[in-house]
């Protein structure tokens, strides 16, 4: 089975700064590929789908890019109400793996 | 409003067998692929099983795979996820989630229940 490996595990920065998140994949996977965010207590939330897609309603600070095997998430301006844990997910063929997930503080 | 609503959680002891249920509302169950995921006390987010629109495609991760069975009834909007032989790892939050495209279960997650607590232990 293909291994999804998110770094960082977790990372402090300062409101305004440019976060990136990275996932890399075992072995090279099809162009559908998830971002997820998830606030402390709170049920997981599609950010990205096909790997750069915006879901309807979120904010545009937030972007994917990638293919292949490495894929990334960057919040282009770090606000207060992104503290959270992002997950990625492989989501072209099962298993429908996630990454270990990144924890997002505030500095 | 498109909502997931899971039920049949609570405290079971080691070996034994629990079902939980999926209820769907605000858009047409029988066209979408849905899934079960889990989470652990602290830890991150586990896909378990997947299964097509029509329960033809069933998928189902190593851990659970002959313990778990992913079925749904269309006619009553309802997702199932029956769990036999529980162990004490399988304790997490167990999630109901809808894929975002139609006639697909190769898609990202769209709408998620509210999750369900099963703990396993003596």
């Known amino acids: 089975d293909i291994q999804m490996t998110q770094s960082p595990s977790s990372l402090s920065a300062s409101v305004g700064d440019r976060v990136t998140i990275t996932c890399r994949a075992s072995?090279?996977?099809?162009?559908?590929f998830a971002w997820y965010q998830q606030k402390s207590g709170k049920v997981p939330k599609v950010l990205i789908y096909a790997a750069s897609t915006l879901q309807s309603g979120v904010p545009s600070r937030f972007s994917g890019s990638g293919s292949g095997t490495d894929f990334t998430l960057t919040i282009s301006s770090l606000q207060p109400e992104d503290v959270a844990t992002y997950y990625c997910?492989?989501?072209?063929?099962?298993?429908?793996?996630f990454g270990g997930g990144t924890k997002v503080e505030i500095k | 409003q498109v909502q997931l609503v899971e039920s049949g959680g609570g405290v079971v002891q080691p070996g034994r067998s629990l079902r939980l249920s999926c209820a769907a509302s605000?858009?047409?169950?029988?066209?979408?692929?849905m899934y079960w995921v889990r989470q652990a006390p602290g830890k991150g987010l586990e896909w378990l099983t997947s299964i097509s629109y029509d329960g033809s495609y069933i998928y189902y991760a190593d851990s659970v795979k002959g313990r778990f069975t992913i079925s749904r009834e269309n006619s009553k909007n309802t997702l199932y996820l029956q769990m036999n032989s529980l162990r004490t790892e399988d304790t997490a939050v167990y999630y109901c989630?809808?894929?975002?495209?139609?006639?697909?279960?190769?898609?990202?997650?769209?709408?998620w229940g509210q999750g369900t607590m099963v703990t396993v232990s003596s």
């Open positions: 072995q090279g996977i099809g162009n559908c």
């Open positions: 989630a809808k894929c975002r495209v139609t006639y697909d279960v190769d898609d990202a997650f769209d709408i």
């Open positions: 997910q492989k989501c072209d063929s099962a298993p429908l793996t």
């Open positions: 605000g858009f047409t169950l029988s066209t979408y692929g």
